[in-house]
């Protein structure tokens, strides 16, 4: 039997010989990526790593502190929006410009955590879905913020321009390697805040919200931290996002793309790091790559054209991918509710009791 007789063991990073070496062999995968990769792949790549950050972070509060949220796309866009402004009206480097971008992602995350004191379920739904919509219209009717026009993303400089210390990172190689640093440090992040006292209280609060105050958990401080926590991360992610795109507007960051955010966690595996990781990566693929196209999807494409054709409107082929999604989504819900991880679970128990 598998049992925790110290601390340490539940703390400690690599649980394993076997887990440390499929660890190496991944990050000299990760880093030799970009040697084989074409242009669009690395673009494709980028974008799953910007959306794992978020995704991670968007898990640590609905999977693991049991709040809902559905505004998301909200905080994504104060990251996007204070990361290219601070760069461009105050000359602020890249590095602290993100940070601080997070860090005022976080402080309206703090925010909107505090109807969360009073409301649960649908209720606290709505309202993270009113506050999302609330940033889309504020942005889009702001002069600063350019409008309906929307902002482009500066030269991505990693340097201190004002002392004469210039990187500019050009190719989507060098933009890899940077969202790969923040990719890691943050999923490790996550990993760690979980297994600390705080990550404890949320998962504590989640499994029963009287309980945990029964117990000694402030319900008012590790609520609303939860929220401002996923808010950095989505904060951090929507910096990173921006010199993804280069060019965004307000019509970028809609009620969809919250709820695309949450179908990633939830197809993933709620309260799972690793199923965040999953679950972004393999909705990103389906939006970016495999449904963009619909025509060149594998076995169905040119059946699902037909369909458009025949039955749907001019503008029905852009729906289809939408569609797809939702029907992975119910396929998920019905036959492995916890989602890509649980499935990872049920495979990995099958060989370690294999043959019997």
Known sequence: MDMKRAYYEDVELFKSGTILFWTICLMVGLLTIPLFASNYHLYLINLIMVHVILAVGLNILVGSTGQISLGHAGFFAIGAYA???????????????????????????????????????????IATLAFGLAIMHIIGHTDLFGGRTGLSAPPLDVGIPKLGWSLILKSDMSKYYLILFFTIVMVLGAINIL????????????????????????????????????????????????????????????????????????????????GSITGAAFITYLMYALFKNVREVPYVGDFLVAISQRWLSITGMDNLSAIALGLVMIGIMLFEPMGIFGAWIRVKKYWKTWPF
């Open 83 to 125: 990361t290219v402004l601070l760069m461009t009206k105050l000359g602020i480097p890249f590095f602290p410009a993100i940070i601080i971008a997070a860090f005022i992602a976080a402080f309206f995350g703090f925010i909107l955590g505090l109807p969360a004191l009073r409301l649960e379920g649908p209720y606290l739904t």
């Open 195 to 274: 297994k600390t006292k705080v990550g404890r209280a949320f998962v504590a609060i989640r499994d029963s919200d009287i309980a945990a105050e029964v117990i000694g958990i402030n319900l008012t401080i590790y609520k609303t931290l939860s929220f401002a926590v996923s808010a950095f991360y989505a904060g951090i992610a929507g910096g990173l996002f921006a010199f993804v795109l280069g060019f965004f507007d307000p019509v970028t960051f809609n009620m969809l793309l919250s709820i695309y955010f949450l179908v990633m966690i939830v197809v993933g595996g709620l309260g799972s790091v690793m």
